[in-house]
C-alpha cells in the first residue's frame, strides 16, 4: 500500500429520524476524538459525506457536559475546523488513491444514508480490497452492512466487528426511533459481533485491516488503531 498519510473520513447528510420528531446527524465527539490522534500523528484528513455538502450535527452531542469530553468543545469553538463541516465533498468525488485509510463516524443520521449509499459501498469494498484499512464507530458500523466484496460476499462475513450494542441502544432510548438493530443486523450477515461487557465503555475491534469501535468513546481508541497500522506500513 502506497503511503499518503491522508485518511478519508465519512459523515451523514440525515438531521432527522423518519418515524419520530427528534433531531439527529453527527455525533461530533466521533469526529473530534479520531482528528485530534490522527492529527497528532502527523496524519492529514479529509470529510466527505454521501450527497455532500453542509453536515448536521446531533444535538445531544452539543451538550455542554459531552462537549467536556475529550476536549471536544475546544473544536467546536474553532471556526477553522467547524467550517469544515459547511461544504463537505461527495463520496463520488472522492478519489481512493488519495487516501490510505477511511473512517466512518456516527450518530443516527447514518443509519439512513450510509447503508443506502451505493457510492459508500463501493468505495468501502475497494479501501479493502485495496489492502487500505477500514474503520468505523458506533453507528458509523451501518455503513458496513450493503458493503460486498468482488465475490460476492458481505465483507464483515467471519470477520471480528464491534458497534452500537442493542442494549446501548435502549439505554440511550432510541430503540423505537431506530429503523433497525445494527448489532442483530451485523449477525445476520455472519459477522462475528463482540460487545464490552458494561455499556457506554470504549470498546476496539480490529481484524487485519478492518477496525472498529463499539460506541462514541470508542472513537479515540479506534485512531489509535488506525494510525498504528498507517505507522507500521508507512
Same mark, same amino acid.
Given at each position: 500500500m502506497a503511503a499518503t498519510n491522508k485518511i478519508l473520513i465519512i459523515v451523514t447528510n440525515v438531521g432527522e429520524y423518519e418515524k419520530v420528531g427528534l433531531r439527529t446527524g453527527l455525533w461530533l465527539g466521533e469526529l473530534t476524538h479520531f482528528w485530534d490522534v490522527?492529527?497528532?500523528?502527523?496524519?492529514?484528513?479529509?470529510?466527505?459525506?454521501?450527497? %455532500? =455538502?453542509?453536515?448536521? !450535527?446531533?444535538?445531544e452531542s452539543l451538550s455542554h457536559e459531552v462537549l467536556a469530553e475529550l476536549g471536544t468543545e475546544q473544536r467546536y469553538r474553532d471556526r477553522r475546523f467547524m467550517d469544515l463541516l459547511e461544504d463537505t465533498k461527495k463520496i463520488?468525488?472522492?478519489?481512493l488513491d488519495?487516501?490510505?485509510?477511511?473512517?466512518?463516524?456516527?450518530?443516527?443520521g447514518v443509519m439512513f444514508d450510509f447503508p443506502q449509499s451505493q457510492d459508500l459501498e463501493e468505495l468501502m469494498a475497494r479501501f479493502y480490497e485495496s489492502d487500505k484499512i477500514v474503520s468505523t464507530?458506533?453507528? %458509523? =458500523?451501518?455503513?458496513? !452492512?450493503?458493503?460486498?466484496?468482488s465475490n460476492g460476499e458481505p465483507l464483515?462475513?467471519?470477520?471480528?466487528?464491534?458497534?452500537?450494542?442493542?442494549?446501548?441502544e435502549e439505554l440511550a432510548d432510541r430503540a423505537d426511533a431506530v429503523p433497525y438493530n445494527l448489532q442483530e443486523e451485523l449477525e445476520k450477515l455472519g459477522a462475528d459481533y463482540s460487545t464490552t461487557?458494561?455499556?457506554?465503555?470504549?470498546?476496539?475491534?480490529?481484524?487485519?485491516?478492518?477496525i472498529t469501535g463499539q460506541n462514541p468513546g470508542s472513537a479515540r481508541g479506534v485512531a489509535q488503531a488506525v494510525v498504528k497500522q498507517l505507522t507500521a506500513v508507512g
Open positions: 490522527a492529527e497528532q500523528a502527523g496524519l492529514s484528513m479529509d470529510i466527505a459525506s454521501p450527497l %455532500g =455538502g453542509k453536515i448536521p !450535527l446531533d444535538p463520488a468525488e472522492v478519489t488519495d487516501y490510505d485509510a477511511i473512517y466512518l463516524t456516527g450518530g443516527h464507530v458506533c453507528h %458509523g =458500523g451501518t455503513g458496513l !452492512l450493503q458493503v460486498r466484496l464483515v462475513r467471519g470477520k471480528r466487528v464491534t458497534g452500537f450494542s442493542w442494549p446501548e461487557g458494561k455499556p457506554f465503555e470504549p470498546y476496539v475491534v480490529e481484524d487485519g485491516r478492518l
